[in-house]
C-alpha cells in the first residue's frame, strides 16, 4: 500500500465534475484537507459516520478502493500523530484511493470480498458505482489467496471437455504424450481399459464400440480409427503407439499398436528406418517394442482386453507370459523409483485378463466347443498372476439359458463376438429351409448366438462391472493416474530387465 496513492491531487481535486455517492462524501473533504498521517486516522470508519452532513466537496468521478492494513503495519509516524492513542491504534486504518482507469483489474485475493467473481465490465472500471474493498493479509501467501479464488474455484467445476476422437498417449516414435492431461479430473472413480493383440484383430473396432460409438455407425467416425479397406489389402497396421480416450462416465480406453506386427516389421526393413542404437536387429525392436508396451498396459491398467481372431496362436501365450515377467514392480507408496526393484511392501498388482474371441463362427458358440476354449486357456495360463478367471462370464449374460452355472469350470474370463456382418443376413440354414418350408422365410435364420449389438452390448455391461482392483499402493485420481503412468513409461523404456532381455533376442 503506498502512500502516493492516496495523496494524489488529481483523485479529489481538479476534473471533479459527478456528484459523488453517498458511502463517499463523508470521506472526501478529510481526504482533500489533511496530511497524511492525520488523513488516515479520519479514514477510520467511526469517523465516516461522523462527518454524516453534506459536504460541499467538489464532486468525485472514480471509483473508490478502500485498503485496510493490519494494524502492526502501520508506519511509526502514525502512532506518534494520533489523538488518542492505543485504542485508534487497534482500529484497521482504511485508505481510500480512486480507481484509476490505467490500474490493472482486481487481483484474485479481493474477489474473495465480492459475493462472485467481478464481471469483465466491472474489473475494468466501468461501473463506478461498485466500489472495491480490498483487505490486506500479509500473512495469506499467494498460493492460498489463488487457493479461494471464485474464478478458479468455478473452472474446476466446468466438466472437461468431451472427448470426439482418440489422442496419442505414445506416439509412433514410442514416446509420451502430455496432451491426454486436460482431459482428467481429480477424482478416483474411474476405469482403466487397455487392448492387446495381433495385427488387424479387431482392437480399434471393439474399443471404439465398448466406449463410443453404435456397431451401426459408420467406421470412419469411430473413435479409435479401424483399418481402411486399403490397409488391410495392403497388409498394413492402422493403430500406432498407444491412443487415448476417456468417456463421461469416466473410463479411460488405452487401444495399442499390433503386437509382434509384420507391417512394423517390413516398415522398419524397407523403409530404412532408423533403428535405436540399443536395438541391433528390427525384429528385436519390433518385439521389444510390443513387450513395452504389454508389460505397460499390465502396470496401468485395472483390465486389459486380449484380441484374437482366431483359436488359438501359442505364440501369443508366450508372449503374454513374457510381459508379465517383464513388468515393472509396482512403486512403492514412498519410493520413487519405478524400475525393477520397486514393491519392498511385497504387494504386487496385476490387472484382470479377459480374453476376447473376435469374429467367431457359429461352431464357436456351441457350448462343448466353448467348454474346450475355456480348458486350454486355462491349462495356457496355469501360471500367471495375471487375473484371467473369475471376473467375467459369458454365462452370466444369459446367451446359454440352458447350460448350468458351473457347466464351464473352470471358466476363464473369455468373451466370443460374432462376425459384424452377420447381422441380418441370411445363411445357409434360412435359405435351406425357405426351399422346402416357406413359411420358414418369416422366420430369423438360426444363429446360435445373439446378434452383434447385443453380443457388445452385453460385453460392455460385463467389462464396466468388473472389479477395480488398485493399480498401486495409493489411491489414484485421474490425473495422479496420467504422472503415474508417464513414470511407468519412463521406467518401463529404461527398464534394466527389458534391456537385459533384449540383448539375449541378440
Ligand atoms: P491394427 O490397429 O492395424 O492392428 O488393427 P486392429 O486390430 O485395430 O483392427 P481394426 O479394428 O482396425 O479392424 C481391422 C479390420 O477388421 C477392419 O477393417 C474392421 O472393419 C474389421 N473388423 C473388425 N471386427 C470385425 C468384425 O467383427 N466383423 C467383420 N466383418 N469385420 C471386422
Ligand atoms: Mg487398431
Redesign the pocket.
Given at each position: 500500500m503506498s502512500e502516493s496513492g492516496h495523496s494524489q491531487p488529481g483523485m479529489y481535486g481538479p476534473g471533479r465534475r459527478r456528484r459523488r455517492r453517498r458511502g463517499d462524501r463523508d470521506i472526501g473533504p478529510a481526504c482533500q484537507n489533511l496530511s497524511g498521517p492525520s488523513r488516515d486516522r479520519d479514514y477510520q470508519p467511526r469517523e465516516r459516520r461522523d462527518g454524516s452532513e453534506e459536504s460541499p466537496a467538489p464532486l468525485i468521478q472514480k471509483t473508490p478502493i478502500i485498503l485496510a492494513k493490519p494494524p502492526g503495519e502501520r508506519a511509526k509516524p502514525l502512532q506518534t500523530t494520533a489523538v488518542s492513542g492505543a485504542p485508534v491504534l487497534d482500529k484497521p486504518i482504511m485508505l481510500m484511493k480512486a480507481r484509476d482507469d490505467t490500474v490493472k483489474p482486481p487481483t484474485p485475493p479481493e474477489a474473495t470480498t465480492q459475493p462472485s467473481g467481478p464481471s469483465k465490465v466491472e474489473r475494468e472500471g466501468q461501473r463506478p458505482t461498485q466500489p472495491v474493498y480490498q483487505i490486506q493479509n500479509r500473512g495469506m501467501s499467494a498460493s492460498a489467496s489463488s487457493a479461494v479464488d471464485p474464478l478458479v474455484g468455478q473452472s474446476k467445476l466446468i466438466p472437461p471437455e468431451k472427448m470426439k476422437h482418440s489422442i496419442k498417449l505414445v506416439d509412433e516414435q514410442m514416446n509420451w504424450c502430455d496432451s491426454a492431461m486436460e482431459y482428467l479430473r481429480d477424482q478416483t472413480d474411474m476405469l482403466v481399459v487397455g487392448?492387446i493383440?495381433?495385427?488387424?484383430?479387431?482392437?480399434?473396432?471393439?474399443?471404439?464400440l465398448l466406449s463410443a460409438n453404435a456397431p451401426e455407425e459408420d467406421?470412419r467416425g469411430?473413435v479409435?480409427?479401424?483399418?481402411?479397406?486399403e490397409?488391410?489389402e495392403r497388409g498394413?497396421?492402422?493403430?500406432?503407439g498407444i491412443d487415448f480416450f476417456i468417456t463421461q462416465e469416466r473410463i479411460i480406453f488405452l487401444?495399442?499398436?499390433?503386437v509382434l506386427?509384420p507391417?512394423i516389421l517390413d516398415h522398419l526393413i524397407n523403409n530404412d528406418r532408423k533403428l535405436p542404437p540399443e536395438y541391433n536387429q528390427p525384429y528385436t525392436y519390433v518385439e521389444m517394442q510390443s513387450l513395452q508396451i504389454a508389460s505397460f498396459l499390465f502396470t496401468v491398467c485395472h483390465v486389459v482386453i486380449v484380441?484374437q481372431?482366431w483359436f488359438t496362436d501359442l505364440n501369443l501365450y508366450r508372449f503374454l507370459q513374457t510381459a508379465e515377467m517383464l513388468k515393472p514392480s509396482t512403486p512403492s507408496a514412498n519410493h520413487d523409483s519405478t524400475g525393477s526393484s520397486g514393491g519392498e511392501d511385497g504387494a504386487e498388482y496385476y490387472p484382470h485378463i479377459v480374453f476376447l474371441q473376435?469374429?467367431s463362427r457359429r461352431e464357436d458358440f456351441c457350448p462343448r466347443n466353448l467348454k474346450d476354449m475355456h480348458m486350454v486357456v486355462d491349462k495356457l495360463m496355469a501360471h500367471s498372476h495375471l487375473k484371467y478367471k473369475g471376473s467375467l462370464s459369458m454365462l452370466d449374460c444369459n446367451i446359454f439359458p440352458g447350460l448350468g452355472q458351473n457347466y464351464m469350470t473352470p471358466e476363464v474370463n473369455m468373451f466370443l463376438?460374432?462376425?459384424?456382418?452377420?447381422d441380418g443376413e441370411d445363411n445357409l440354414t434360412k435359405s435351406g429351409s425357405t426351399l422346402t418350408y416357406p413359411l420358414f422365410s418369416l422366420l430369423p435364420g438360426y444363429k446360435g448366438h445373439p446378434s452383434?449389438s447385443t453380443m457388445i452390448s452385453k460385453l460392455r455391461s460385463q467389462i464396466l462391472a468388473m472389479p477395480r482392483c488398485q493399480l498401486s499402493h495409493t489411491i489414484l485420481t485421474e490425473k495422479n493416474w496420467f504422472h503415474y503412468a508417464a513414470r511407468i513409461w519412463d521406467g518401463v523404456k529404461k527398464s534394466s530387465a527389458l534391456s537385459e532381455y533384449s540383448r539375449l533376442l541378440g
Amino acid at each position: 500500500m503506498s502512500e502516493s496513492g492516496h495523496s494524489q491531487p488529481g483523485m479529489y481535486g481538479p476534473g471533479r465534475r459527478r456528484r459523488r455517492r453517498r458511502g463517499d462524501r463523508d470521506i472526501g473533504p478529510a481526504c482533500q484537507n489533511l496530511s497524511g498521517p492525520s488523513r488516515d486516522r479520519d479514514y477510520q470508519p467511526r469517523e465516516r459516520r461522523d462527518g454524516s452532513e453534506e459536504s460541499p466537496a467538489p464532486l468525485i468521478q472514480k471509483t473508490p478502493i478502500i485498503l485496510a492494513k493490519p494494524p502492526g503495519e502501520r508506519a511509526k509516524p502514525l502512532q506518534t500523530t494520533a489523538v488518542s492513542g492505543a485504542p485508534v491504534l487497534d482500529k484497521p486504518i482504511m485508505l481510500m484511493k480512486a480507481r484509476d482507469d490505467t490500474v490493472k483489474p482486481p487481483t484474485p485475493p479481493e474477489a474473495t470480498t465480492q459475493p462472485s467473481g467481478p464481471s469483465k465490465v466491472e474489473r475494468e472500471g466501468q461501473r463506478p458505482t461498485q466500489p472495491v474493498y480490498q483487505i490486506q493479509n500479509r500473512g495469506m501467501s499467494a498460493s492460498a489467496s489463488s487457493a479461494v479464488d471464485p474464478l478458479v474455484g468455478q473452472s474446476k467445476l466446468i466438466p472437461p471437455e468431451k472427448m470426439k476422437h482418440s489422442i496419442k498417449l505414445v506416439d509412433e516414435q514410442m514416446n509420451w504424450c502430455d496432451s491426454a492431461m486436460e482431459y482428467l479430473r481429480d477424482q478416483t472413480d474411474m476405469l482403466v481399459v487397455g487392448v492387446i493383440g495381433l495385427q488387424g484383430t479387431g482392437k480399434s473396432t471393439v474399443m471404439s464400440l465398448l466406449s463410443a460409438n453404435a456397431p451401426e455407425e459408420d467406421q470412419r467416425g469411430y473413435v479409435f480409427r479401424a483399418q481402411t479397406q486399403e490397409m488391410k489389402e495392403r497388409g498394413g497396421n492402422q493403430s500406432t503407439g498407444i491412443d487415448f480416450f476417456i468417456t463421461q462416465e469416466r473410463i479411460i480406453f488405452l487401444d495399442t499398436q499390433p503386437v509382434l506386427s509384420p507391417a512394423i516389421l517390413d516398415h522398419l526393413i524397407n523403409n530404412d528406418r532408423k533403428l535405436p542404437p540399443e536395438y541391433n536387429q528390427p525384429y528385436t525392436y519390433v518385439e521389444m517394442q510390443s513387450l513395452q508396451i504389454a508389460s505397460f498396459l499390465f502396470t496401468v491398467c485395472h483390465v486389459v482386453i486380449v484380441v484374437q481372431d482366431w483359436f488359438t496362436d501359442l505364440n501369443l501365450y508366450r508372449f503374454l507370459q513374457t510381459a508379465e515377467m517383464l513388468k515393472p514392480s509396482t512403486p512403492s507408496a514412498n519410493h520413487d523409483s519405478t524400475g525393477s526393484s520397486g514393491g519392498e511392501d511385497g504387494a504386487e498388482y496385476y490387472p484382470h485378463i479377459v480374453f476376447l474371441q473376435n469374429k467367431s463362427r457359429r461352431e464357436d458358440f456351441c457350448p462343448r466347443n466353448l467348454k474346450d476354449m475355456h480348458m486350454v486357456v486355462d491349462k495356457l495360463m496355469a501360471h500367471s498372476h495375471l487375473k484371467y478367471k473369475g471376473s467375467l462370464s459369458m454365462l452370466d449374460c444369459n446367451i446359454f439359458p440352458g447350460l448350468g452355472q458351473n457347466y464351464m469350470t473352470p471358466e476363464v474370463n473369455m468373451f466370443l463376438l460374432p462376425m459384424q456382418d452377420m447381422d441380418g443376413e441370411d445363411n445357409l440354414t434360412k435359405s435351406g429351409s425357405t426351399l422346402t418350408y416357406p413359411l420358414f422365410s418369416l422366420l430369423p435364420g438360426y444363429k446360435g448366438h445373439p446378434s452383434f449389438s447385443t453380443m457388445i452390448s452385453k460385453l460392455r455391461s460385463q467389462i464396466l462391472a468388473m472389479p477395480r482392483c488398485q493399480l498401486s499402493h495409493t489411491i489414484l485420481t485421474e490425473k495422479n493416474w496420467f504422472h503415474y503412468a508417464a513414470r511407468i513409461w519412463d521406467g518401463v523404456k529404461k527398464s534394466s530387465a527389458l534391456s537385459e532381455y533384449s540383448r539375449l533376442l541378440g
